[in-house]
């Protein structure tokens, strides 16, 4: 039976809209994963104020709460028993954008597509793309440290995260953003909550054994794409502990946090200029799968795409079976084993056909692939458009085996892929299983989804153990457990394997 008021006299203090009722919460109780639990409540804060107090009854009730922005996450994040808020509905508004500096101030709730085509006016935009940018917010960006296909180029939200606004689980309000040392030491001496997360960031960074487990445990550097875990790696090197370093930001470590350390309620990010106006794509077809991630190798070292996209033949074969995409698939030449969609872009259309011509040049000198095709113009979005319904063909695999969300956003350098991939494939084979490659091998991350059939209880057991053996495999080679999607549930409880438990504790 649903309880008429589970947040008390809190209900009736609020602006915003508080959903108890059973059809609510039961909306609220999956995101895109394929997990599901029953919110306590749902909350839709119409202003700061409203979040204040939110959090402030939540820390006395010591009530769990679930910030939400589309729900898009992949892996359980928003997903609990606690208290649903969700920031889309209200806090949604651009608060400034300076054209002049390149930086924007947005709510949480803000949609990028809504972000870009303001930004846009001013030849601008916010560099990390996602496939869901015409629903996800810039809270959750910041919380999952989304990235896109073009991550080569533009890195990650905790790349462009300038300052964070928002509220920490005491109800302190606080703002983060960068600092010179004085000011970083000011805030050690500080009393309350905020002092205590310095004077522990000062613990931390100074001392020389954590220095070395951090530096030994966490993701080797090179892998730009990596969210296992809090990012206690990317400050290690900031101006408190190294003279020459940048300035210390704790914005930084909040993105790719999940919604664990702060309750946001505003975030100013850098802009970029637009993309060149000239760009194409080389399509380049492989007969294996090795082969084409050498390929990869040699596209990412000595050619500056600004992508390299990877699509196997499980999902090229799907898309035959979609009458819209099959029209997609106009540039396939024969039947290959892999592809690679590989974006060159620059002021000048002569000059990227030139470092086309050096990219098929080079592959053909290195005996890699056997068809090369150049697409241009208006045609580049449908072979994205092909590319981005991977995802969306899988589904419509024969049969209750299917390509399952389990191994799906790991990340290793690109020398590292061809024999990370062989490993991978070893021990899918040794439980007489395969799996599904795609997505973005030129940032070394590849979604990986073995095909399991989850009616049957020896699939459902062997759900778990591919899941720690991929753990271990990814930890072989310094690798993240998670390039973009998060931990959340999924891959939580494997967190002190990827940056070693003393750490966490």
Request: glycine content about 8%.
């Amino acid at each position: 039976m649903d309880d008429p008021n589970p947040l008390g006299e809190l209900d009736n203090l609020l602006k915003g809209e508080v959903l108890t009722d059973t059809v609510s919460r039961t909306l609220y109780a999956t995101d895109a994963s394929v997990y599901q639990a029953l919110p306590q409540a749902v909350i839709l804060p119409r202003d700061v104020t409203d979040v204040s107090m939110i959090v402030r009854w939540a820390a006395q009730k010591g009530i769990p709460l679930i910030p939400r922005g589309a729900g898009t996450s992949l892996a359980g994040q928003v997903v609990g028993n606690g208290v649903v808020v969700d920031v889309s509905a209200h806090l949604n508004h651009i608060l400034e954008i300076n054209a002049q500096e390149g930086w924007a101030e947005v709510e949480p709730g803000v949609v990028l597509d809504d972000l870009n085509r303001a930004a846009g006016r001013h030849g601008l935009f916010f560099g990390p793309e996602t496939s869901t940018s015409n629903r996800c917010t810039m809270g959750g960006m910041v919380a999952n440290n989304s990235c896109g296909s073009h991550s080569m180029v533009y890195g990650s939200t905790r790349d462009h995260i300038l300052e964070v606004k928002g509220f920490l689980a005491s109800g302190d309000e606080v703002t983060f953003r960068p600092m010179q040392k004085w000011e970083f030491d000011k805030k050690c001496r500080e009393e309350g909550a905020e002092g205590d997360i310095y004077r522990l960031m000062r613990e931390i960074y100074t001392d020389n054994p954590v220095r070395k487990q951090i530096r030994k445990e966490f993701p080797h550097p090179d892998i730009k794409r990596r969210n296992s875990g809090y990012a206690l790696d990317v400050l290690l090197d900031t101006a408190p502990f190294n003279p020459q370093g940048e300035l210390f930001n704790l914005a930084r470590l909040i993105a790719g946090s999940e919604g664990t350390l702060l309750f946001m309620t505003s975030v100013k990010v850098a802009l970029v200029p637009v993309p060149a106006p000239h760009k194409l794509l080389l399509c380049a077809h492989f007969s294996s799968l090795q082969e084409a991630l050498l390929a990869n190798i040699e596209a990412v070292h000595h050619h500056s795409p600004d992508a390299v996209e990877l699509m196997d033949k499980k999902i090229l074969d799907l898309t035959l079976d979609n009458p819209l995409q099959r029209t997609n698939r106009f540039f396939v030449e024969g039947d290959p084993a892999a592809l690679l969609l590989i974006e060159l872009s620059g002021e000048e259309e002569a000059t990227i056909f030139e470092k086309a011509a050096g990219l098929t040049a080079a592959f053909k000198a290195l005996g890699l692939g056997y068809a090369f095709p150049i697409v241009t113009g208006k045609e580049i979005s449908r072979v994205w458009a092909l590319r981005k319904a991977g995802l969306g063909v899988l589904s419509n695999m024969k049969g209750d085996a299917r390509p399952v969300t389990l191994i799906e956003d790991t990340a290793v350098r690109v020398d590292d892929l061809p024999a990370y991939v062989e490993d991978i494939n070893a021990m899918l084979g040794k439980f007489g299983k395969s799996c599904v490659y795609h997505a973005h091998a030129g940032s070394g991350e590849l979604h990986i989804r073995p095909v399991l059939n989850l009616k049957e209880s020896a699939d459902i057991k062997l759900f778990r153990q591919i899941a720690e053996e991929t753990a271990g495999i990814v930890k072989k080679y310094h690798g993240s457990l998670s390039g973009e999607h998060g931990d959340g549930r999924l891959r939580g409880e494997f967190i002190p394997l990827m940056v070693a438990l003393p750490i966490m504790n």
